[in-house]
């Protein structure tokens, strides 16, 4: 064999096996087809979002939107703060891959048997490689339905969306989701008249009413309208703007239109066929270590579904390299946080309420408000919460959840206290730094404790 581990994809999945298998002692490489590295993680997703949002959020804080000649300056220095990041990022990974003995191989890969790959370049020329271990790691895409006319310019998707050169007038958003509502933060808080069409009933439908609630609050504020329980059935151009029509009847207008339903995976090129895999809708069932029909052939990251996030694609190309050479440490972590980068965060580890009382699990709530904490007042943010899911029978924590500020950094104290079996007496008993918003597990932790 050419290399003992061959990964297809340089996303976040990638890398983490990458650099699992080299700690390992052994020969690997990543098949990279992009001229870039870091997928979409890096170049089209996570990392651009992010920094778009902060400055959006930055802007917001400063003042600075109530000077309209101001706004496209804002936004044109939040994409040159976006590549500078991005570039910045891409020499780290770069640096970490070399330094790991990780070969970086250029081209489009597909199947010939299920040890080696074909891999053409750039230039169309082609050539075979072999390994014992196989990663598949191509990520996914924004889905693009044929019916809605995409030109990069007013009807956009989550990738196109971030190469805009001019602040629109009005955006109208399709989809309710973790993409859709991160972009609506962004273009509210850069003072864009900003509308959504959601066919649930709530935001981020599968998220509590009073977690999702502070979010719609601070939407309401930024002026964004929301169409719920709505279906669009049409998306056209009519003079200057984008007609969207529901299936109520509605007619909406807005100069862009951000499509952001759903992502498709990345599998049609690979020959997947050819090995014997099946797809389900394109996208590859896998184990709990990963591992496809074809045992030494694995697929991670945004590859095999939900989550689809970066953190969790990580550590699923960790768990698949080190099953694959016989290591140690093999599971996943049992609790996983989630974040969506809205303005404000939402965060989240274990259960909902939903899944605990689809489980049949017996248990309490307890609140923690930022108004009712010190720091929360000090600074101003006085709509978050932080919201504790204790099992009333062994009073261990089950589920956390927090919206407000940093609740992307807060959620890992809940985390830790659900990996080492915590009870919600061991926040009641632990010290936090006063004056924090990290108190309000305290608080939080307290209002269980009335109702247990």
């Known amino acids: 064999m050419d290399y003992d581990i061959l990964i297809i994809g340089s996303g976040p999945a990638g890398q983490h096996a990458a650099w ?10 990543i098949i990279e087809r992009k001229p870039s590295i870091g997928g979409a993680g890096l170049q089209t997703g996570t990392i651009p979002s992010k920094t778009l949002r902060e400055a959006a959020y930055m802007a917001s804080r400063s003042g600075v939107m109530n000077m309209p000649l101001a706004r496209h300056g804002v936004l044109a220095d939040a994409m040159r703060r976006k590549e500078m990041v991005i570039g910045q990022q891409e020499s780290v990974i770069l640096k970490r891959l070399m330094k790991s003995g990780v070969a ?9 048997d299920a040890h080696t790959l074909a891999v053409m370049d750039h230039k169309g020329a082609s050539r075979h490689l072999s390994a014992d271990v196989i990663v598949l790691a191509t990520g996914s895409r924004p889905c693009r339905p044929t019916d809605v006319p995409f030109d990069k310019k007013t009807v956009l998707d989550s990738t196109s ?17 973790v993409i859709a509502c991160e972009f609506v933060s962004i273009f509210a ?7 959504v069409v959601d066919s649930h009933a709530q935001l981020l439908a599968y998220l509590s009413e009073d977690v999702v609630g502070v979010l719609a609050d601070s939407f309401a504020q930024m002026g964004v309208s929301l169409h719920m329980q709505q279906r669009v059935v049409a998306i056209c151009k009519e003079d200057e703007q984008i007609l969207v029509r529901l299936e109520s009847g509605k007619k909406l207008y807005a100069e862009t239109v951000l499509y952001a339903l759903g992502r498709q995976p990345n599998t049609e090129w690979l020959n997947i066929a050819q090995v014997g895999i099946t797809l ?3 996208w590859i069932s896998v184990n709990d270590k990963f591992q496809s029909c074809v045992p030494h052939i694995y697929a991670v990251g945004d590859l095999v579904g939900r989550p689809a996030l970066a953190s969790t694609g990580m550590e699923q190309g960790r768990v698949a390299v080190l099953h694959a050479f016989g290591g140690s440490g093999q599971a996943m972590p049992a609790n996983l946080p ?20 689809r489980d049949h699990i017996d248990y309490v709530i307890g609140h923690g408000y930022y108004s009712d904490s010190a720091r929360g007042q000090i600074i101003g943010e006085s709509n978050g919460l932080v919201k504790l899911l204790v099992d009333k029978q062994s009073h261990r924590l089950i589920g956390a959840h927090i919206a407000g500020k940093h609740a992307s950094e807060l959620i890992h104290t809940g985390q ?37």
């Open 416 to 452: 830790l206290l659900m990996n080492f079996n915590g009870t919600v007496h061991d926040l009641v008993a632990n010290a936090f730094n006063y004056p924090t918003l990290a108190e309000c597990y305290k608080l939080a932790a307290l209002d269980c404790l009335s109702h247990l």
């Open 20 to 29: 699992q298998a080299a700690s390992m002692g052994k020969r690997a490489a």
């Open 104 to 112: 970086l191989i250029p081209g489009d890969a597909s199947f010939i």
């Open 338 to 357: 989630m974040a969506i980068y809205t303005i404000p965060e939402i965060s989240w580890v274990g259960k909902t309420e939903k899944e605990a009382q």
């Open 189 to 195: 808080a850069l003072g864009v008249e900003v509308s």
């Open 161 to 177: 969306i971030l190469k805009l050169k001019r602040l629109p007038k009005s955006l109208l958003v399709v989809g309710g989701g």
């Open 280 to 282: 389900d809708q394109g």
